[in-house]
């Protein structure tokens, strides 16, 4: 019986863990899923209702729970009673499904790692040599610790037919996947990082991440999956179903009576797919028809979903065998969407180049935007937010998007010293809540990842001494995104006056060597109030201040850091209101409020320019705002600053290229854009969240004809 258990699991390894082998057939055109209610706890799930008054739940995102799983649930005397913790506490292999899961975890972060230094133009020999020996080592470690888990689970499948020895060998195939392409990775690592190298090791994670889920004591979790009774038998079915960042073909049974799931592993499966339907046939079968797989357009506001034409399929219970119209693919695959939609699409063109990134650095002319041209560019639009420099990995992130722009729960990084863009994981959508104004979920996907809000706008920022990105756009936490692991890590409670809802049109967040600071809405929208995060601690502490401090305004606000004088600049507008002029400081010392009231604050006031976003230079000791001021003739138009040695507006001659659209400068763009100073180079970057467009320049404000307003 061993014997037969491993020639299955020796048959596994010729799948694919990342992608089934063949196209399926699609009819219609690309659409878009409809929305569901929000306020209910779970949504997407699956419920199925016996006569008897008994019944079977799975699949959903529960909006409330850490993880974002509804788990399994039985429905007894009419209400839904979860059982995940005794499916766990009586799983035979819960310690291996810990350590396969934890292994998964620590393989992506090792991929991290490897791209980043790929991408940094460190790769190769000899620039990145002592980090390629880390990252080998690091890679044949774990490859140590995989094949010690691999004969675990192949003395617990020795100890005799049972369904635990079933589960065992059936993640000894994914091992032995993960295992072969480890050891071509830990070969090649120390003579340099690949993008057909990277590629490996995203598949020994995928195929690390599906030996943890044979090993699960219920199935991964998935969306818009259904749940049948096939009666015959007197078992419930569940196929395939979307994870958000992929789809499934795999066969789960649930067994009422013993109360345990089962994976079945049939040769051949129907194409990964959700928002199917089962049918019990009453003689031992289900029928499957229908389904959607990915799109993966481009396009504005275009649907992400297709229909399948390749149906009907029938599963055979007792067989575990299924039959259709073609052989389908290999089961227990994943579908993931492609093109810019998966990292291993920014990977593509020549190799990353730090040389030929600083000369053309070095030779930026001075006052003129110059727009930067990665191969390759991230999409969709990603709209209604901002920008944000890690100085401390030289990167630029952006955690934008939202309303009708790109939903996803990705972060992406520019890398400025190679001129490239990183998408750390494969994107992830909310199903009909796509494009939605402010209507995306709350909590976590299973990956526990954040939604997007309906605009991140300005409520995120990098926190120096935590080294990590902070997000407090959700109304009950502030999550946490670790640049070195790529990936959302945690989230904590935010204090009661930061928790609002929409809170993220106003909670406007600014860097500062004291740390992050959040300028939000007071009590009634009486005044403003202020935090200040402490990194050691981790929890906001509210900053008391002195003086009228006004209250950020949606759409018509924001606040920098001014480096020379150690205090916090915020310039607010009413709603849909023109600007007054006015600017107001906070001494980060003495906790001071007061309005600057700029000597002409007069000619600032009444014109009709966007007051949204905004960057303080300290080399011309200027807050260059993302404003082009209205034309004045043929020329450039230009450019809205304020300066706070003079406390005064100005106005800078700072040239551009143009386009069909207009100016090429970040400041051309309405709240979806950025900018940040690089104090290494002493240049002044900008991102258009619009078009990902990448503009640098060099300000020198001696020879900008830097004049005041009038």
């Keep these: ?61 529960d909006q409330e729970a850490d993880d974002g799983r509804p788990h399994t649930r039985l429905l007894q005397d009419g209400q839904w009673v979860s059982m995940a913790d005794d499916l766990r506490s009586g799983s035979p292999l819960r310690r291996w ?78 091992l032995q996947q993960a295992e072969v392409r480890m050891r071509e990775v830990a070969d090649g690592l120390a003579r340099g990082v690949s993008p057909d190298g990277l590629r490996l090791m995203r598949a020994a994670q995928v195929a690390m991440e599906q030996a943890a889920d044979a090993l699960g004591a219920e199935p991964p979790p998935r969306t818009l999956s259904p749940v049948v ?34 994976q079945a592993h049939p040769p051949t499966a129907p194409w990964p797919r959700a928002n199917h339907t089962l049918e019990a046939k009453g003689d031992g079968t ?34 575990q065998r299924w039959s259709g119209p073609s052989d389908g693919t290999a089961a227990d695959t994943r579908t993931y969407r492609t093109g810019p939609f998966r990292p291993e699409y920014f990977l593509e063109g020549p190799p990353p180049d730090p040389m030929a990134q600083a000369k053309v650095l070095a030779d930026l002319p001075v006052n003129r935007w110059v727009r930067l041209r990665p191969p390759r560019v991230p999409r ?38 190679t001129n490239r863009w990183e998408l750390p994981y494969p994107v992830a959508f909310p199903l009909g809540q796509l494009y939605g104004n402010t209507a995306y979920p709350d909590g976590v996907t299973f990956n ?89 601690a981790r929890v906001w502490r509210p900053v008391e201040v002195e003086g009228d401090l006004p209250e950020p305004a949606v759409d018509f606000s924001t606040m920098v850091y001014d480096a020379r004088r150690d205090r916090l600049l915020m310039l607010r507008t009413g709603y849909g209101k023109v600007p007054d002029g006015q600017v107001y400081a906070l001494d980060l010392a003495t906790r001071r409020v007061r309005a600057l009231d700029p000597s002409n604050r007069e000619a600032a006031a009444g014109r009709k320019v966007t007051i949204d976003r905004a960057c303080y230079v300290p080399s011309a000791d200027l807050m260059l705002l993302c404003t082009l001021l209205p034309a004045d003739g043929d020329g450039p138009r230009r450019h809205l600053a304020y300066d706070p040695a003079a406390n005064r507006w100005v106005s800078l001659r700072i040239g551009y290229e143009k386009d069909d659209r207009g100016p090429l400068a970040p400041t051309a763009v309405r709240r979806s854009v950025g900018l940040v100073w690089d104090g290494e180079r002493g240049l002044v970057w900008g991102i258009d969240t619009h078009r990902l467009r990448v503009f640098v320049l060099r300000l020198d404000s001696e020879t900008a004809d830097l004049e005041p307003l009038r």
Aim: aromatic share 10%.
């Design 380 to 417: 969709q639009n990603r709209d209604w937010g901002t920008v944000r420099l890690d100085p401390d990995r030289d990167q630029i992130l952006v955690w934008s998007g939202g309303h009708c722009a790109h939903g996803g729960t990705d972060v992406l990084h520019y890398h400025l010293g």
């Design 448 to 536: 526990r990842r954040p939604w997007v809000t309906g605009h991140t706008y300005q409520s995120y920022a990098y926190a120096p001494g935590l080294e990590a990105l902070l997000f407090v756009g959700r109304p009950r936490y502030t999550y946490v995104y670790d640049p070195d692991a790529a990936d959302w890590t945690g989230r904590f409670e935010k204090p009661p006056a930061m928790v609002y809802n929409s809170c993220f049109y106003t909670l406007t967040l600014a860097a500062t060597p004291h740390g992050v600071t959040c300028w939000g809405q007071g009590p009634r929208r009486e005044r403003g109030r202020m935090h200040r995060f402490d990194a050691e």
């Design 1 to 61: 019986m061993v014997r037969v258990l491993l020639a299955v699991a020796g048959a596994m390894m010729l799948a694919s863990p990342v992608q089934a082998a063949a196209e399926p057939p699609t009819k219609g055109k690309p659409y878009r899923l409809p929305s569901v209610d929000l306020k209910s706890r779970v949504i997407w799930g699956a419920e199925c209702r016996r006569p008897d008054g008994t019944g079977l739940a799975f699949g959903g995102q």
């Design 229 to 262: 009774y096939e009666p015959k038998t007197g078992l419930y079915i569940l196929f395939g179903g979307d994870h958000f960042d992929y789809l499934m073909n795999d066969t789960w049974v649930f067994e009422p009576k013993a109360r345990r799931w089962r």
């Design 286 to 319: 289900v029928v499957l028809t229908g389904g959607y797989t990915y799109a993966s357009t481009t396009e504005y506001m275009s649907g992400q979903y297709v229909n399948l034409a390749d149906g009907p399929w029938t599963y055979d219970v007792a067989a």
């Design 97 to 174: 499904h810990a350590e396969a899961g934890a292994l998964a975890r620590r393989q992506a972060m090792l991929l991290a790692s490897a791209r980043a230094t790929y991408l940094d133009g460190l790769g190769s020999p000899p620039q990145g040599l002592s980090l390629l020996e880390m990252l080998a080592e690091d890679q044949r470690g774990m490859l140590a610790e995989l094949q010690g888990l691999a004969d675990g689970l192949r003395k617990a499948s020795a100890e005799g037919p049972s369904p635990a020895a079933t589960l065992a060998v059936a993640a000894i195939g994914r």
